[in-house]
Structures are given as C-alpha cells and as structure tokens.
C-alpha cells in the first residue's frame, strides 16, 4: 500500500480523517493500492472514489488513470490508457503480444512523452527504449488488462483497465557523471 495511505489507516483514528464537505476522489500512484485494503478505505471513505494511475520515470507522465466520476468497482486497477499512449501486454519469452483479457506478462508503452533514453548508457537504453524500432518501452512490471469501466466526458463506458500484478526487474539505472575527486 503507498506509505501515506498505510499511515493514515493504521496511526491516524478513522474519525479523525472524515471531512466536510467529503473527498470526491483519492488517486495513488508509485504503489499499487492492493485490492484487499479498498474495502477498508471504502468504510472510511464510502462515497470518495478511490483511483490509481500508472506512469514511471521513463514516461515522464502517466500512461494510465483512472478518470475521476468513474464508477466504483475497479479501484485495485490504474485505469484505462491515456490519449495518445499505447500499451501492449508481452510475453517475454516469445516476444508476442498477449491479447487483453488473455493473461499477464511485461507491460510496454508507447506515447510523445516517453524519454529517449538514458544519458551516457547506450547499453540500457538499447534494452530498454525504442523496441523493434516502433517506440516501444520495456517497463518491468508484469501486468495484465482487465473488462472494466471509466467515465469518459461524463458518460460511462467500457475499457480495458491496467492491473500491475508484479515487478519483473528494477530498471532505473542511474550513474552521476560526477566522479569523486579525493
């Protein structure tokens, strides 16, 4: 669960986190909110809408949310897919895609705000940004896509919603180009 929630449910009394007017919406994002704690923050918070997105450094933005006056329910997921993202769900040992619905493997993205790459590290960017040419980035997290529904313009619809499952590998890889000088 992300460090503040954690925090607020188990240190802070429950009485003490009502508000007046409610919260319209909670969204977490860095740490999937497991599916488990929801119906405990649903007791605390029965009208606000609890809401996740999916986004890492390397997109500089997230790729997926879950839009605000969507309908309860599909809290445990990170939304639907951003305009102008894409997102294909890969199995990593045949290099396919896994149609949405048909199970999990390593989630890549695409969008205009995914870097090119990391400064000075040929190497990782090579195995991590711009697969098979076509813009493609390996994000690490095993996931799979699941039928659910967002509100789109004030109207609710069906989509396919991200569910992180796992973490495949880390794969930020950060060196200061500033060595230290004794």
């Given at each position: 669960m992300p460090p503040i929630l954690l925090a607020l449910y188990h240190r802070v009394p429950h009485a003490k986190l009502q508000f007046d007017p409610p919260i319209d919406s909670i969204c977490c994002a860095a740490a999937p909110l497991p599916k488990d704690i929801v119906p405990q923050l649903q007791k605390i918070w029965p009208t606000t809408l609890l809401r996740q997105g999916w986004g890492m450094t390397e997109t500089a933005t997230c790729i997926t949310i879950t839009p605000t006056g969507s309908p309860q329910g599909y809290s445990h997921t990170c939304g639907?897919?951003?305009?102008?993202?894409?997102?294909?769900?890969?199995?990593?040992?045949?290099l396919t895609s896994i149609a949405p619905g048909q199970g999990q493997g390593e989630l890549w993205v695409r969008s205009p705000s995914v870097t090119l790459g990391y400064i000075h590290n040929p190497t990782e960017t090579a195995g991590m940004f711009n697969i098979g040419g076509e813009g493609w980035l390996r994000s690490g997290d095993e996931a799979e896509f699941e039928k659910g529904e967002v509100a789109v313009q004030g109207q609710t619809q069906e989509a396919w919603l991200l569910c992180i499952r796992d973490r495949l590998k880390e794969l930020i890889k950060a060196r200061s180009p500033i060595s230290s000088q004794s």
């Amino acid at each position: 669960m992300p460090p503040i929630l954690l925090a607020l449910y188990h240190r802070v009394p429950h009485a003490k986190l009502q508000f007046d007017p409610p919260i319209d919406s909670i969204c977490c994002a860095a740490a999937p909110l497991p599916k488990d704690i929801v119906p405990q923050l649903q007791k605390i918070w029965p009208t606000t809408l609890l809401r996740q997105g999916w986004g890492m450094t390397e997109t500089a933005t997230c790729i997926t949310i879950t839009p605000t006056g969507s309908p309860q329910g599909y809290s445990h997921t990170c939304g639907a897919i951003v305009p102008n993202g894409d997102c294909v769900i890969m199995d990593t040992e045949t290099l396919t895609s896994i149609a949405p619905g048909q199970g999990q493997g390593e989630l890549w993205v695409r969008s205009p705000s995914v870097t090119l790459g990391y400064i000075h590290n040929p190497t990782e960017t090579a195995g991590m940004f711009n697969i098979g040419g076509e813009g493609w980035l390996r994000s690490g997290d095993e996931a799979e896509f699941e039928k659910g529904e967002v509100a789109v313009q004030g109207q609710t619809q069906e989509a396919w919603l991200l569910c992180i499952r796992d973490r495949l590998k880390e794969l930020i890889k950060a060196r200061s180009p500033i060595s230290s000088q004794s």
